[in-house]
């Protein structure tokens, strides 16, 4: 088990979820994306057809040693609606 994925399993545990990592789309909730050291972190991403907006960012620290960027699959944006 790679060390993101230790850490994901971990907190799963502790917050009493089951990890579930997949390989193929359909596109999920959120998107955990395993940051390079010290890279940006994009405000939006695109996966599996659809848009991810950036919700949190954790850089190293500690013993995570790895940066992380947290995203929510945004939704679609509708025309403000008028008042009559």
Do not use: K, N
Request: charged share 25%; aromatic share 10%; glycine share 4%.
């Amino acid at each position: 088990m790679s060390t993101p994925t230790a850490v994901l399993d971990a907190a799963a545990r502790t917050a009493g979820y089951r990890l579930e990592i997949r390989r193929r789309c359909p596109a999920a909730a959120f998107l955990f994306v395993d940051l390079e050291d010290h890279a940006p972190a994009p405000a939006r991403l695109a996966r599996c057809g659809e848009t991810y907006a950036r919700v949190a960012v954790g850089r190293y620290l500690a013993m995570s040693g790895f940066d992380w960027s947290l995203y929510a699959r945004a939704l679609p944006q509708r025309a403000p609606v008028s008042a009559r």
